[in-house]
């Protein structure tokens, strides 16, 4: 069972601090792959500021890290930050180079998949 993907997530797990989440949806593609789509708002206000977004996205990638750490070691976890592009950043990598500007929400995918077979 190791390569497949048996472990989920739930929706208290993607909880991060300072933010709320206003949207949350699962999509298994197959027992390979599964993608969380989490959409984060600030906690306080009606936007986040640039530093909140930068502070959000340290956390989300802490989230990611965490993630991995839970999961056989064949699968891994990227992150894709849908309001600034589409490319996966992978949690044990350095934090993402991201120009950064205030957002009413941001938009995450966190997608996991089996990268090779043991």
């Known amino acids: 069972m190791k390569n497949t993907i048996t472990k989920s997530f739930g929706l208290g797990d993607y909880a991060i601090i300072g933010a709320q989440i206003d949207g949350f949806s699962m999509m298994l593609h197959d027992r390979e792959h599964l993608s969380t789509e989490v959409k984060y708002v600030p906690a306080c206000c009606d936007s986040l500021t640039t530093d909140q977004v930068e502070e959000l996205i340290q956390r989300i990638m802490e989230k990611a890290r965490y993630f ?3 999961l056989h070691e ?5 992150v894709i930050f849908v309001d ?3 490319t996966g950043f992978a949690p044990d990598s350095d934090m993402p180079s991201i120009e950064v500007r205030s957002l009413e929400k941001l938009h995450v995918i966190y997608r996991f998949s089996v990268e090779y077979y043991i």
């Not at 064949?74 to 990227?78: A, D, E, F, L």
């Open 84 to 86: 600034f592009e589409e």
């Open 74 to 78: 064949n699968i891994k976890c990227k």
């Open 68 to 70: 991995m750490e839970q």
